[in-house]
């Protein structure tokens, strides 16, 4: 009778490991996230939601009012404005950059893995590393690209002054360091697609130009989403490119290159120190990050939803017409 009891629970001990052990195994990440992700962000609209003083600690209530001031400040749109320029100039290149880099070393080349090694080498040099060869190289009198535009009788650019000009040298930073990483995201995809779909078009008698545009770049339509999704959130918080590029580390004189990042962190630890504007200009730019990239998801959905229908009207039209 005993034995039989013990069976019994014994059964029932591995039927419930068999519904707990999934949840189990996976709940360090969520644990983690929880506590390093959520907690956080709740704790920092906790601190938007008070006139919160770096020195002075946590102050009175005061409900929107650093919502309504920040969105006020002249400084803030500027910010905003640096913000999606720079991400534009940079994510839109590296991305075309990246695709064209990996489509040439997905060839059949020589030293192919030196070569995929190396369109990795600058991630993993150091952002400060870069912000300060980048910024002599741009320096506005003396620097190595104006000294190319002098040969051929180019005046020379003014990257520190100008708005646009400021915000090109940020984002070929920028470029510098993540257009390998991605070059490398959209190889892997590339060698995922079967080579008979190349095979099949090789004998319709399609060019390589032909198969790029029609077998792999639909192929790599997803890839291409998570690219574009993580480029929008990383691009829009950009903070240690435009934070070196100049010494004074404020953006500009005319805060032509300040981002939003740069900003929160002279709100929270320059002249203001208050943590309570800080905190709010870091929930409008997690706002406006998720809203972006719900709109870049919904784009790119329709765009892969369009194209399929596409194909699968020319395959029923092909199927009636046989």
Same mark, same amino acid.
């Given at each position: 009778?005993?034995?039989?009891?013990?069976?019994?629970?014994?059964?029932?001990?591995?039927?419930?490991?068999? &519904?707990?052990?999934?949840?189990?195994?996976?709940?360090?990440?969520?644990?983690?996230?929880?506590?390093?992700?959520?907690?956080?962000?709740?704790?920092?609209?906790?601190?938007?939601?008070?006139?919160?003083?770096?020195?002075?600690?946590?102050?009175?209530?005061?409900?929107?009012?650093?919502?309504?001031?920040?969105?006020?400040?002249?400084?803030?749109?500027?910010?905003?404005? $640096?913000?999606?320029?720079?991400?534009?100039?940079?994510?839109?290149?590296?991305?075309?950059?990246?695709?064209?880099?990996?489509?040439?070393?997905?060839?059949?080349?020589?030293?192919?893995?030196?070569?995929?090694?190396?369109?990795?080498?600058?991630?993993?040099?150091?952002?400060?590393?870069?912000?300060?060869?980048?910024? &002599?190289?741009?320096?506005?009198?003396?620097?190595?690209? $104006?000294?190319?535009?002098?040969?051929?009788?180019?005046?020379?650019? &003014?990257?520190?002054?100008?708005?646009?000009?400021?915000?090109?040298?940020?984002?070929?930073?920028?470029?510098?360091?993540?257009?390998?990483?991605?070059?490398?995201?959209?190889?892997?995809?590339?060698?995922?697609?079967?080579?008979?779909?190349?095979?099949?078009?090789?004998?319709?008698?399609? $060019?390589?130009?032909?198969?790029?545009?029609?077998?792999?770049?639909?192929?790599?339509?997803?890839?291409?989403?998570?690219?574009?999704?993580?480029?929008?959130?990383?691009?829009?918080?950009?903070?240690?490119?435009?934070?070196?590029?100049?010494?004074?580390?404020?953006?500009?004189?005319?805060?032509?290159?300040?981002?939003?990042?740069?900003?929160?962190?002279?709100?929270?630890?320059?002249?203001?120190?208050?943590?309570?504007?800080?905190?709010?200009?870091?929930?409008?730019?997690?706002?406006?990050?998720?809203?972006?990239?719900?709109?870049?998801?919904?784009?790119?959905?329709?765009?892969?939803?369009?194209?399929?229908?596409?194909?699968?009207?020319?395959?029923?039209? &092909?199927?009636?017409?046989?």
């Amino acid at each position: 009778m005993a034995s039989a009891e013990s069976q019994g629970w014994r059964q029932k001990l591995s039927r419930l490991d068999v &519904k707990l052990s999934p949840y189990i195994y996976i709940s360090p990440f969520f644990i983690l996230f929880a506590v390093l992700g959520l907690f956080p962000l709740a704790y920092t609209f906790w601190v938007s939601m008070h006139n919160w003083n770096l020195i002075g600690g946590q102050g009175a209530f005061v409900g929107f009012d650093n919502y309504t001031h920040v969105i006020g400040q002249e400084f803030f749109w500027r910010g905003m404005r $640096n913000t999606f320029s720079i991400f534009i100039l940079s994510g839109v290149t590296q991305t075309l950059a990246a695709l064209a880099l990996a489509a040439v070393l997905n060839q059949n080349i020589r030293a192919k893995t030196f070569w995929r090694m190396g369109v990795l080498l600058p991630f993993v040099i150091a952002p400060v590393a870069v912000g300060v060869i980048f910024s &002599k190289m741009f320096a506005d009198q003396s620097g190595l690209i $104006n000294g190319m535009l002098a040969w051929f009788s180019i005046d020379p650019v &003014k990257w520190h002054a100008g708005v646009l000009e400021s915000h090109v040298a940020i984002a070929t930073m920028v470029n510098f360091r993540w257009t390998g990483y991605v070059t490398l995201i959209f190889l892997a995809a590339m060698q995922a697609i079967p080579s008979e779909l190349y095979e099949a078009a090789l004998l319709d008698g399609a $060019n390589r130009m032909r198969q790029f545009v029609s077998i792999t770049i639909p192929m790599l339509r997803p890839t291409i989403i998570f690219v574009v999704i993580t480029a929008t959130i990383g691009g829009l918080q950009i903070f240690d490119e435009p934070r070196v590029f100049d010494q004074s580390g404020l953006g500009g004189s005319d805060r032509q290159w300040m981002t939003v990042t740069m900003y929160i962190y002279e709100l929270g630890w320059g002249s203001q120190k208050s943590f309570g504007r800080a905190a709010a200009v870091s929930w409008i730019l997690f706002l406006i990050i998720i809203l972006v990239g719900v709109l870049n998801f919904w784009i790119t959905q329709r765009i892969s939803s369009g194209d399929s229908k596409k194909v699968e009207k020319a395959a029923a039209t &092909k199927e009636v017409a046989a």
